[in-house]
């Protein structure tokens, strides 16, 4: 379990009470749900209870039914096999992650999000799937699985849509070799990636709120209804908003420097994540640099060596904007900037019009379910998904900045993420639809803010708080 700290503020009593509506919906959801809350604790207990027989049997029964059944015959009971142990691993790691009371609305969250997941993946399916998945991903992953191990490698390389998105092809090719090559394999791989980084969101919160912040955001992830949609679906980006939080959370671990014993947990996320989604790589990249460049500046104040520190942190934010430039062209150029957004290389465009073209795009980037000028019956069914999400990421932005003016160190890699991915997206995206799924890295940091600001809310002071104690999560 990694560190605990007190929440980076507490609400006011009289701003607490004034969300008192907040605690009676709590306690009488509470009442109206005890059966369900009952079936799930039940549920949980029986697949954390038995997470070892349940990947035994997974790994062992999984070929065994492949093999005497045949693929098609096989599909279902191999699926259910490997959700059962997936959630299982998953709830072990949730209930060695969190203790009591919180343990208890974690792995219930979990359950609730799994259920989110899979019936918005159903409706994905039935819809006849989004273009990526049918026109890239999937087929693509779907050959190479059938070539066997020795040629996967050789048949992705052929492909032109490999490049830049390695780390997930190989992850989809692998999952479709092991399950079976249909869609609904690469629909449930997205779903335990989803619940994963929920719980990594816990322990980037960790640290900068204590155990309730942790617990708060591992909610606020779960139950996020564009994350969620976008879990069911065959995408990257649920890869890329995993290894950007496997990262935070590495380096939210300890007590030292990032430079610190933690140099190699850091290292295999951000290589994986620039195989995956370049973007992210760098926002993540210059996150990190600017993180130990704070690190630096702070122990060379106090004449502990910050001038390496700082070097170092150099070295890497120029490493990344290469690696950038290596992996996906000059995209740092305006001329290129322009084109990826409007898909017109323009020679007169400048940094100026870039600039200009800040504001609006970080906004569409925050706020926007799809392209404002192109609104239609069902994207407006699917802002009612997004109207969730609007609500996490203008709490999480709130939280974010009141922990960043409690621990400006501690919180300097999640925030500067956040800044640099915003700012990425906004110059690349403008007023793409595509930013609705290429902005999960950013909704998963967001979150960890939205649970760092709930547990102040939970942890508020003043007599009239303290005389209507909320009931989450005691």
Request: glycine share 12%.
């Amino acid at each position: 379990m990694g560190p605990d700290s007190a929440p980076p503020f507490r609400w006011s009593g009289e701003g607490s009470a004034s969300l008192g509506f907040v605690e009676s919906a709590i306690r009488r959801s509470e009442e109206t749900a005890r059966p369900v809350l009952r079936a799930l604790d039940a549920t949980a207990g029986l697949l954390a209870g038995r997470w070892i027989l349940l990947l035994a049997t997974a790994l062992i029964g999984n070929p065994l039914l492949r093999l005497t059944l045949g693929d098609d015959a096989a599909l279902a009971p191999v699926l259910l096999l490997a959700a059962a142990a997936g959630t299982a691993l998953l709830l072990r790691a949730a209930s060695a992650l969190h203790g009591e009371p919180e343990r208890a609305w974690v792995v219930r969250a979990l359950l609730v999000g799994l259920l989110l997941r899979v019936a918005l993946a159903a409706a994905i399916a039935a819809s006849g799937s989004f273009p990526d998945e049918r026109l890239q991903y999937d087929p693509v992953s779907r050959l190479a699985a059938a070539e066997g191990p020795g040629g996967a490698t050789d048949s992705l390389g052929r492909s032109r849509l490999v490049p830049g998105r390695w780390a997930y092809y190989a992850l989809l090719t692998g999952t479709y070799g092991f399950l079976g090559s249909s869609p609904a394999a690469g629909r449930l791989l997205g779903i335990l990636l989803g619940l994963g980084a929920a719980l990594l969101a816990g322990e980037v919160a960790r640290p900068l709120g204590g155990r309730r912040a942790a617990a708060l955001a591992v909610l606020a992830l779960a139950l996020h209804p564009e994350a969620a949609l976008w879990s069911g679906a065959i995408t990257r980006d649920g890869l890329s908003a995993f290894l950007v939080l496997a990262a935070l959370a590495a380096a939210a671990r300890g007590t030292g420097g990032l430079l610190r014993g933690r140099a190699l947990l850091l290292a295999g996320p951000l290589a994986l994540l620039a195989m995956n989604s370049v973007p992210a790589a760098v926002a993540l990249g210059a996150a990190l640099a600017g993180a130990i460049l704070l690190e630096g500046a702070a122990a060379a104040r106090e004449g502990r060596g910050g001038v390496l520190r700082a070097g170092l942190a150099l070295l890497l934010l120029v490493a990344a904007l290469r690696a950038a430039e290596a992996v996906a062209g000059p995209w740092l150029d305006p001329a290129r900037l322009a084109s990826l957004r409007d898909g017109v290389l323009r020679a007169d465009a400048g940094w100026f019009d870039e600039a200009a073209r800040l504001p609006l795009g970080a906004a569409f980037a925050l706020f926007a379910p799809w392209p404002w000028e192109a609104v239609n019956l069902l994207r407006l069914g699917y802002s009612l998904l997004a109207l969730g999400g609007m609500a996490v990421t203008a709490f999480g932005i709130a939280g974010l900045a009141a922990a960043v003016r409690r621990s400006p160190l501690r919180a300097a890699a999640p925030a500067l993420f956040a800044l640099a991915f915003l700012a990425i997206l906004a110059l690349t995206e403008g007023n793409a639809g595509t930013v609705a799924r290429h902005r999960l890295p950013l909704a998963a940091v967001l979150s960890v803010g939205a649970g760092i600001l709930a547990a102040g809310y939970f942890s508020g002071g003043g007599e009239r708080v303290r005389r209507t104690e909320p009931s989450f999560p005691e």
